[in-house]
């Protein structure tokens, strides 16, 4: 039996959830990705659970049966860093990554501490490739891949 993705698209206000993070490059970063993500993907904000401010969706499908839908693109302003997803994994984008300029991965995420230490183009062009890879390709979710392949997210 699939179970269900615990992150859902909610109705909660974007602009309110930004406005509230209490970190102020945090807040910045956030409304700068804001503007970034909405251009690249030429989706609107959405707020996915009660702190992943996604654009677009995609739908993914495991070997263990589950399966279900996510943002495309999205971001978190987190207390230690602004966590941007990849839920292509960040591992097919390391050659850019080694450009970026000071930033962490983990399998599916960058985290950055503040944008403008970072170059904005190679996050850019790092989540457009992300986003296409995820809306483009009719094949990306029923195989095996990205940061949790077969594995509960």
Same mark, same amino acid.
């Given at each position: 039996m699939a179970s269900e993705n615990? =992150?859902?698209?909610?109705?909660? !206000?974007?602009?309110?959830f930004l406005a509230a993070v209490e970190h102020p490059v945090r807040r910045r970063d956030a409304h700068r990705l804001v503007e970034l993500l909405s251009r690249v993907? *030429?989706?609107?904000?959405? @707020?996915?659970? #009660?702190?992943?401010?996604?654009?677009?969706?995609?739908?993914?499908? /495991?070997? #263990?049966?589950r399966e279900g839908d996510m943002a495309a693109a999205g971001f978190s302003p987190?207390?230690?860093?602004?966590?941007? /997803? &990849? @839920?292509?994994?960040?591992?097919?984008?390391?050659? &850019? &990554? !080694?450009? &970026? *300029?000071?930033? =962490?991965?983990?399998?599916g995420c960058v985290y950055v501490k503040d944008l403008d230490a970072v170059d904005l183009g190679v996050l850019e062009e790092?989540?457009?490739r992300s986003y296409a890879t995820l809306t483009g390709d009719p094949e990306f979710g029923r195989r095996l891949s990205g940061p949790s392949a077969g594995e509960p997210t």
């Open positions: 615990t =992150t859902q698209p909610t109705d909660a !206000d974007v602009e309110a993907t *030429g989706e609107p904000p959405r @707020m996915w659970g #009660s702190s992943i401010v996604g654009f677009g969706t995609y739908h993914y499908r /495991y070997a #263990s049966g987190r207390k230690a860093a602004t966590t941007v /997803y &990849l @839920m292509d994994g960040v591992d097919v984008h390391a050659a &850019l &990554l !080694d450009r &970026l *300029g000071p930033h =962490t991965v983990g399998k790092v989540v457009q």
